[in-house]
């Protein structure tokens, strides 16, 4: 999905083929969206493990909530608000069986991050030091608020038009545009912290 626009007309004609009992037309919209959804989820909960157990989930409430919905609405938007909330649901039950809450990191994580900070950067990183760095951006992205996680995730890594985050955020463009950045300004604070460590 990252870096194209969702076709309204399209969805609309898969959409109203799957509220007449369509099977096929659901399927299509499943291959059409799935990656879409697989990203969310793995942004959001962090347990590659849960990725595909949680997407199915999305998609079985889009399902049963498809002939419900409202056919002249954008059905991109309304998709992603589904599999917003159900990652939000699971994070809360997610956090019931947990000591420390998505959004915190423990003591020996933050040791880590140091570490990683303080290693030498001047060569070219190893397949090793690029996979630690990309661990540690999501980790970074972890400490973020939900809402501004959310932001980030739609705008600067699914490449989501401004008009379309504010409908899947249900507030104005220019309120989305000011959630996104807040949510860039908050992540630059906290990435600007980790270099200070490895300055030091």
């Not at 608000?81 to 939000?88: E, K, L």
């Not at 540690?136 to 996680?149: F, I, M």
């Not at 507030?171 to 807040?182: D, G, M």
Request: charged letters at 35%; one cysteine or more; proline letters at 4%.
């Amino acid at each position: 999905m990252a870096g194209r626009e969702p076709s309204f007309e399209d969805d609309r004609e898969l959409v109203d083929r799957c509220q007449k009992g369509d099977e096929l037309a659901f399927e299509e919209l499943v291959r059409k969206y799935q990656q879409a959804v697989f990203n969310l989820v793995y942004h959001n909960m962090r347990y590659p493990n849960d990725i595909e157990d949680i997407s199915q989930k999305v998609f079985s409430k889009i399902y049963f909530s498809l002939p419900k919905f409202d056919n002249r609405r954008p059905f991109f938007p309304w998709l992603y608000r589904i599999a917003i909330n159900q990652c939000y649901d699971e994070l809360r039950r997610a956090r019931r069986r947990r000591v420390h809450t998505f959004t915190e990191l423990s003591l020996i994580e933050s040791d880590s991050i140091e570490k990683l900070m303080n290693e030498n950067t001047s060569q070219p990183p190893s397949d090793e030091e690029s996979k630690e760095m990309h661990a540690l951006l999501h980790k970074v992205l972890d400490q973020l608020p939900a809402p501004q996680r959310t932001a980030i995730l739609l705008r600067d890594i699914e490449s989501i038009a401004y008009d379309q985050v504010a409908e899947i955020l249900q507030c104005s463009e220019q309120a989305a545009r000011l959630k996104v950045f807040r949510a860039r300004a908050r992540l630059k604070e906290l990435m600007e912290k980790a270099l200070h460590r490895r300055g030091r």
